[in-house]
């Protein structure tokens, strides 16, 4: 059998990261089968639709590596409002790959459900649904339709406004084979007759989701588990058409580190927002790739190459029960990936977080990059997000605040005694060749004898003048980054505040 798995986003906003981790189970299973996946778009909920949504979800698998092998084609998106189609077109065999598209086909399969006594149309009001709801809470009973329009001797007429509803059994029971979770029972008698076709002819999730899934020849269905609840209704849609039903596998969900579910309050739930707070993406990848799995027993390993996740990934050895969101974790994996990148590459990584914070102009001019290269070397080992990298080196490319005259005067010195010091520095620093860290520290520990100061005294006042900052990374490539002339003049300034 040929692995086929899907990943069916509502373009109604961004998926949340517990949804992409399972996107990722997705893809994994997929590539270590040597099988397809496959993106499909889920656009019948019309009131909510936002096509500037798509491409913004495709940005994101692609950053995340995250490629399909079938999905929209060029002429679909266009369709469907997307700005810079050809970007995002793959197309299929199988297609369209998106769901306004296929209405046909959902209207074909309702039709057919009604004539095998699988379906019927409902025309009950939203305020008869209401006070039914309400009548049922009140005396305790299950709330659910209570298959008022299938019990009529004359069916409601299609020619008049209706919904059409999945006619559940009454009696027995629904068994879900669950690849995960081994076998669950529903009784049929508390399954609630689920809308199919929506009154605006739109089908609802369940049906679209069974056609598009039998069409395209779905292996496996992988999902997070609080989506079990609905599988023994769509199972009764498959054995209604005659259709071999996929695989389930129910995933757990993912919690905060709190135990509740993941959700704002915790921090970033979207590919955009990890993306933009400088989260590398094969550290993302990683981390997600083991929330709610492992790749065996007394394994201590947790950063892997995407090929070694291939390789050893198992879908049915992943947990039952919930997985935990570790922002802390996240941070050190990240941190990790962080310090494994050349030079280079991190400063690539780390251009759009200068820019953004308009330390570094856009395009980035060529003679900068040594000086980039040099800072990315000096806080790297320090780094978390690369987000982190504009309060570590802003010092280095932007003027700092006035330093004020306490701040100047280390432990034993008085305001005229630092402004020596500061002065013997400052000529120092004029004269050496090159201004590079090498040549720069040992002068300036030989000049604290000359002085007659600490060598705490001279570098923690250097340090204090040149960047405003109690803590940096190596002093001596810190002023090499910031460079002879600027070091030179905020020692200058912060000469003549101890001197005011």
């Given at each position: 059998m040929t692995v086929r798995v899907r990943f069916a986003p509502s373009p109604t906003g961004e998926p949340h990261i517990g949804n992409i981790r399972t996107v990722v189970f997705n893809w994994l299973f997929a590539r270590q089968q040597e099988g397809q996946f496959i993106l499909r778009i889920e656009d019948t909920d019309r009131e909510r639709y936002q096509p500037g949504t798509i491409p913004v979800i495709m940005d994101g698998l692609r950053w995340l590596g995250l490629n399909w092998d079938e999905g929209p084609s060029l002429a679909a998106l266009e369709r469907s409002g997307v700005d810079d189609a050809q970007d995002y077109a793959v197309g299929g065999l199988h297609g369209p790959y998106v769901q306004s598209e296929r209405l046909d086909m959902y209207r074909d399969v309702a039709q057919a459900l009604i004539e095998r006594g699988w379906a019927y149309r409902c025309n009950c009001t939203p305020d008869r649904l209401a006070k039914v709801r309400e009548r049922q809470r009140a005396a305790g009973e299950h709330v659910m339709y209570d298959r008022h329009c299938r019990a009529l001797p004359v069916p409601v007429s299609p020619d008049e406004p209706h919904v059409i509803r999945l006619q559940v059994p009454m009696e027995g029971e629904t068994v879900v084979h669950d690849g995960i979770r081994g076998d669950v029972t529903f009784d049929n008698a508390l399954l609630d007759d689920q809308i199919l076709v929506k009154s605006d002819g739109f089908p609802t999730y369940h049906l679209a989701v069974v056609v598009d899934d039998h069409a395209m020849e779905i292996s496996h269905v992988i999902r997070g588990d609080d989506w079990i609840s609905s599988t023994p209704k769509r199972i009764l849609i498959y054995r209604a058409m005659g259709w071999e039903t996929p695989t389930y596998c129910h995933v757990p969900l993912v919690n905060g580190p709190d135990?509740?579910?993941?959700?704002?309050?915790?921090?970033?739930?979207?590919?955009?927002?990890?993306?933009?707070?400088?989260?590398?993406?094969?550290?993302?990848?990683?981390?997600?790739?083991?929330?709610?799995?492992?790749?065996?027993?007394?394994?201590?390993?947790?950063?892997?190459?995407?090929?070694?996740?291939?390789?050893?990934?198992?879908?049915?050895?992943?947990?039952?029960?919930?997985?935990?969101?570790?922002?802390?974790?996240?941070?050190?994996?990240?941190?990790?990936?962080?310090?494994?990148?050349?030079?280079?590459?991190?400063?690539?990584?780390?251009?759009?977080?200068?820019?953004?914070?308009?330390l570094v102009r856009d395009p980035c001019p060529e003679a900068m990059r040594p000086r980039l290269e040099l800072a990315a070397s000096l806080v790297q080992e320090r780094l978390k997000r690369l987000s982190d990298v504009v309060e570590w080196t802003s010092y280095m490319f932007a003027d700092i605040e006035a330093v004020p005259a306490d701040r100047l005067m280390p432990k034993g010195l008085t305001a005229e005694e630092s402004a020596a010091m500061l002065r013997g520095a400052g000529d120092l620093l004029a004269q050496v060749e090159p201004f590079d860290a090498e040549t720069i520290e040992q002068p300036l520990r030989d000049l604290t004898a000359e002085l007659g100061v600490s060598v705490?005294?001279?570098?923690?006042?250097?340090?204090?003048?040149?960047?405003?900052?109690k803590a940096t990374p190596p002093l001596f490539g810190t002023l090499a980054a910031i460079g002879r002339s600027r070091v030179i003049e905020r020692l200058d300034t912060a000469i003549e505040t101890l001197r005011a």
């Open positions: 135990g509740q579910k993941l959700s704002k309050r915790h921090g970033a739930t979207s590919i955009t927002e990890f993306r933009e707070q400088g989260y590398l993406p094969e550290a993302l990848f990683n981390f997600l790739a083991l929330l709610g799995w492992s790749p065996g027993e007394g394994e201590e390993q947790e950063v892997f190459k995407r090929g070694e996740l291939i390789e050893r990934f198992d879908l049915f050895r992943v947990n039952t029960s919930p997985a935990t969101f570790s922002y802390d974790k996240l941070d050190w994996m990240n941190g990790v990936y962080i310090r494994q990148l050349s030079e280079q590459e991190l400063v690539e990584r780390l251009l759009p977080f200068w820019q953004r914070a308009g705490g005294q001279l570098l923690g006042t250097l340090r204090w003048a040149t960047t405003n900052e």
